[in-house]
């Protein structure tokens, strides 16, 4: 299907783009990647009269060293962030959850920031940037002002964002020699997440001395798994079973067509077991 008519702007800078914003008002869509808005308007499920493009503003990309954080620009696309040394070293675990994201077509046009707004639940983005108590920098018409995690994801597909604000970058915290994992479960290679786990922990003689733990689809937005969180740490290996019974604890999943919510609660236990051992193992 053919979108509706829309104008269509590329500013090359960040003022330019908020003042697109501004003169559109209500009526305004923002382009980061496409991945997930240009299915939407070819099905016409949402009709705006303008189309902002960030693709141009390159403030908006690149990974840099911020001293006790790892800053991600929220136009990296995902190819980026996974193949870049300093989230590797100091951001593990979003790495190795953006590498299971679709295919290398896709990893080259989604961008971190633009799934982040998006706020699909099932998206392999929130988890892990909620699990490492990342800070999201929202820039509008009042200036800057920082969103912790924690507070970004209010429902289905909304977030800290507001009209008229821009995400411009992830900020989070180094990591370093943390172990981590990300399991997926899907039917079919490429598909969004049924459930999907988000581990990393650090690790002394042993035994578990810090967790986080984060969850994909299993609620209207990313969550954390706190109780398993305080149940793991001083766990050994041989623990884990234990200390993960608590996964699902506190959780709405869906039911749909991939399986009811009590599938998905037991997944969760499953997959938190298995992401946090291989997180163990580094």
């Not at 009709?47 to 690149?62: F, H, M, S, T």
Request: hydrophobic content about 45%; overall charge negative.
């Amino acid at each position: 299907m053919i979108p509706a008519a829309f104008d269509y702007v590329a500013p090359t800078s960040l003022d330019d783009a908020l003042a697109a914003l501004a003169e559109a008002g209500d009526d305004a869509k923002v382009l980061a990647g496409g991945q997930s808005l240009l299915p939407i308007l070819r099905m016409r499920l949402n009709a705006p009269e303008k189309v902002v493009d960030l693709g141009r503003i390159e403030a908006l990309r690149g990974v840099r060293d911020g001293g006790d954080h790892v800053a991600i620009g929220a136009m990296t696309p995902y190819a980026e962030v996974v193949g870049d040394a300093l989230v590797r070293e100091h951001a593990g675990l979003l790495a190795k959850a953006v590498e299971t994201v679709a295919d290398p077509q896709i990893r080259h046009r989604g961008t971190v920031g633009g799934a982040l707004v998006h706020a699909d639940p099932a998206g392999d983005v929130g988890a892990p940037v909620l699990a490492l108590d990342a800070t999201m920098v929202v820039v509008g018409p009042g200036g800057e002002r920082t969103v912790p995690a924690a507070e970004f994801f209010r429902d289905l597909f909304e977030t800290a964002v507001d009209d008229g604000e821009l995400l411009t970058e992830i900020r989070i915290p180094k990591h370093t020699g943390w172990g981590s994992a990300y399991e997926k479960f899907v039917r079919v290679s490429h598909q969004w997440s049924i459930v999907a786990v988000a581990a990393t922990v650090r690790v002394e003689g042993g035994s578990i001395a810090e967790a986080r733990v984060g969850l994909t689809n299993m609620g209207s937005t990313p969550l954390r798994a706190t109780a398993v969180e305080q149940a793991l740490v001083g766990s050994s290996a041989s623990g884990l079973a234990d200390a993960c019974a608590a996964a699902a604890e506190g959780t709405n999943p869906p039911s749909d067509l991939n399986g009811d919510a009590d599938y998905r609660r037991h997944l969760a236990t499953v997959l938190t077991r298995r992401a946090v051992q291989k997180a163990m193992e580094g």
